[in-house]
């Protein structure tokens, strides 16, 4: 009969979290769908401000219109459904964040409250910041460069002779420019929270500054191949996005040096940090003469 009661009562928190569960990714697609329609509803003007780096690039290029055209008969409704997806998810991530928080929360002491707060904040800040970067900094240096392989064509008139010259022009997909784009900014904005993921696991211990260094070459690798897959084949994309995050990367471990000493100070002040420990340990004595 015991056995049977615990069983009941170990059951009913699981199913309290589950329900809690529930109702908080109810409020989370509900947020994404409310910001989905709105952004479907002023898709033109998003679209607008998506295409402003080409128009820029392609005005320096003596360019004046910079029209994309609709290969599919389709293509139009698909890009207002990309734009509307990307901007929902935008609109209802600070609502999306919330509601994690509102789940995990009753779970944390008032310590870990603390520390896992700013990080909650710092996320999307971080995301916004390097989807900034991209749109403001990389996209208008990855169109300039790309719209550089065009060429004007030549026309043979009837006194002279000769062969002409095909022209290279660019009439670009509307579909395909922004998928490009979205690319480089969720790219960009993803890449951008390596500090926060790297500083968050430090605050866990499960990554050290020491740690971090240790493998710094084998994420020089890990950052050069990561460029060249989430960047066109182009040298100058490739460069700032290695150089953008290995900086990140030296920040991560920076601050996740800074938790360490933070975590150490605090448990010295507690009494539990003993500087002298390792050396007054037979064992370890033993292991340095060795």
Same mark, same amino acid.
Not at 45 to 74: E, R, Y
């Given at each position: 009969?015991?056995?049977?009661?615990?069983?009941?009562?170990?059951?009913?928190?699981?199913?309290?979290?589950? =329900?809690?569960?529930?109702?908080?990714?109810?409020?989370?697609?509900?947020?994404?769908?409310?910001?989905?329609?709105?952004?479907?509803? +002023?898709?033109?003007?998003?679209?607008?401000?998506?295409?402003?780096?080409?128009?820029?690039?392609?005005?320096?290029?003596?360019?004046?219109?910079?029209?994309?055209?609709?290969?599919?008969?389709?293509?139009?409704?698909?890009?207002?459904? $990309?734009?509307?997806?990307?901007?929902?998810?935008?609109?209802?991530?600070?609502?999306?964040?919330? @509601?994690?928080?509102?789940?995990?929360?009753?779970?944390?002491?008032?310590?870990?409250?603390?520390?896992?707060?700013?990080?909650?904040?710092?996320?999307?800040?971080?995301?916004?910041?390097?989807?900034?970067? =991209?749109?403001?900094?990389?996209?208008?240096?990855?169109?300039?460069?790309?719209?550089?392989?065009? @060429?004007?064509?030549?026309?043979? $008139?009837?006194?002279?002779?000769?062969?002409?010259?095909?022209?290279?022009?660019?009439?670009?997909?509307?579909?395909?420019?922004?998928?490009?784009?979205?690319?480089?900014?969720?790219?960009?904005?993803?890449?951008? @929270?390596?500090?926060?993921?790297?500083?968050?696991?430090?605050?866990?211990?499960?990554?050290?500054?020491?740690?971090?260094?240790?493998?710094?070459?084998?994420?020089? +690798?890990?950052?050069?191949?990561?460029?060249?897959?989430?960047?066109?084949?182009?040298?100058?994309?490739?460069?700032?996005?290695?150089? +953008?995050?290995?900086?990140?990367?030296?920040?991560?471990?920076?601050?996740?040096?800074? +938790?360490?000493?933070?975590?150490?100070?605090?448990?010295?002040?507690?009494?539990?940090?003993?500087?002298?420990?390792?050396?007054?340990?037979?064992?370890?004595?033993?292991?340095?003469?060795?």
């Amino acid at each position: 009969m015991s056995n049977t009661d615990d069983l009941e009562s170990s059951s009913a928190p699981l199913i309290e979290h589950l =329900a809690e569960l529930r109702t908080r990714l109810i409020y989370s697609v509900s947020a994404f769908i409310v910001g989905m329609i709105i952004c479907f509803t +002023v898709w033109n003007p998003i679209f607008n401000f998506l295409t402003q780096p080409l128009c820029s690039a392609m005005a320096l290029k003596g360019h004046s219109d910079c029209g994309l055209i609709l290969i599919k008969l389709q293509e139009g409704f698909f890009v207002a459904i $990309s734009i509307s997806l990307m901007g929902g998810l935008i609109l209802s991530f600070p609502f999306i964040a919330y @509601q994690m928080w509102r789940f995990v929360a009753p779970g944390l002491y008032k310590s870990e409250k603390g520390a896992f707060l700013p990080f909650l904040i710092a996320s999307p800040f971080m995301f916004f910041l390097g989807a900034s970067f =991209a749109y403001y900094v990389v996209t208008p240096l990855a169109f300039d460069f790309f719209l550089g392989f065009q @060429q004007a064509g030549s026309v043979i $008139s009837e006194e002279t002779t000769g062969s002409a010259t095909a022209g290279i022009a660019f009439q670009g997909s509307a579909q395909e420019y922004l998928s490009l784009t979205i690319k480089f900014i969720v790219a960009f904005g993803l890449c951008f @929270q390596l500090p926060v993921l790297l500083t968050l696991l430090g605050k866990a211990g499960l990554v050290s500054a020491e740690g971090l260094g240790n493998v710094r070459k084998y994420a020089v +690798v890990a950052i050069l191949i990561l460029a060249a897959i989430v960047t066109p084949p182009d040298v100058i994309t490739q460069v700032i996005l290695f150089v +953008v995050v290995y900086g990140l990367y030296e920040i991560s471990i920076l601050l996740v040096g800074r +938790v360490e000493k933070k975590r150490e100070d605090r448990l010295r002040e507690e009494g539990y940090y003993d500087d002298e420990e390792e050396f007054d340990d037979p064992l370890m004595k033993e292991f340095d003469e060795d």
